[in-house]
């Protein structure tokens, strides 16, 4: 099946700093992704839709300044998580429909930890 | 952000037992969805449901999509320890738009 693979799958920062993640659709095309978070056993909560060629659409509460999200091509979407707050760590999935509306695959996920 | 009411929120189960868990939504969908979640993994797609009334099965497992389209269930049948793990139901409009999940199912298998 396809496969869509995420970098880094964990990773540690220091509060203040930016965290950039990303999400790969390795062998489909992808003009939507979405981005996921999970905080501990919690289920998983939609933060965006990522756009190719064209901005993000965020839910209600995510702040788009904060987590900004870049879908430059039709298989890489990158969140970068903008002056990390230790509440900002979470497990950040992302998700792939393939092209045109097809079955969503999910990435291995990314274990952010602000200390 | 929504969320579908999915229960039980966590089951303790002696080998060789059936498990049943169930989601439930105030809206309708027209995909419906269980996954499987590992600890630290991304959820792995156990079966899809596209049909009002669909019921599908995949080796011991088996769900059906209900006919108000509100509702799903999930049955595993002879567990086994490897069945330990999160269950999450999901529900999806159309193909391009994002999933809609539930709480979660977290089942332990006893040997």
């Known amino acids: 099946g396809a496969v869509v693979s995420q970098h880094p799958s964990r990773v540690i920062c220091k509060s203040g700093t930016s965290v950039k993640i990303e999400c790969r659709s390795l062998?489909?095309?992808?003009?939507?992704m979405f981005w996921y978070r999970q905080f501990p056993k919690q289920s998983l909560m939609l933060m965006a839709t990522?756009?190719?060629?064209?901005?993000?659409?965020?839910e209600q509460g995510v702040e788009k300044d904060k987590f900004l999200i870049n879908h430059a091509s039709l298989t890489l979407s990158t969140l970068t998580v903008t002056s990390a707050h230790p509440e900002d760590s979470s497990f950040y999935i992302c998700?792939?429909?393939?092209?045109?509306?097809?079955?969503?695959?999910f990435g291995p996920g990314t274990r952010l930890t602000v200390t | 952000g929504q969320q579908l009411n999915q229960s039980p929120q966590s089951m303790f189960i002696q080998e060789g037992e059936d498990v049943s868990m169930n989601c439930t939504s105030s809206?309708?969908?027209?995909?419906w969805l269980w996954y499987k979640q590992d600890p630290g993994e991304g959820p792995v797609l156990l079966i899809a449901l596209y049909k009002a009334g669909e019921l599908t099965s995949n080796g011991r497992l088996t769900a059906q999509f209900g006919i108000t389209r509100k509702d799903s269930f999930l049955n595993i049948s002879a567990s086994i320890p490897s069945d330990v793990g999160i269950y999450f139901c999901?529900?999806?409009?159309?193909?391009?738009?994002?999933?809609?999940f539930g709480k979660g199912t977290r089942l332990s298998v006893i040997a």
């Open positions: 999901a529900g999806q409009l159309t193909g391009n738009t994002p999933l809609v």
């Open positions: 998700s792939a429909p393939e092209d045109p509306a097809g079955e969503q695959y």
């Open positions: 809206s309708i969908f027209n995909t």
């Open positions: 990522s756009n190719e060629g064209s901005k993000a659409t965020y």
């Open positions: 062998d489909f095309q992808a003009t939507t």
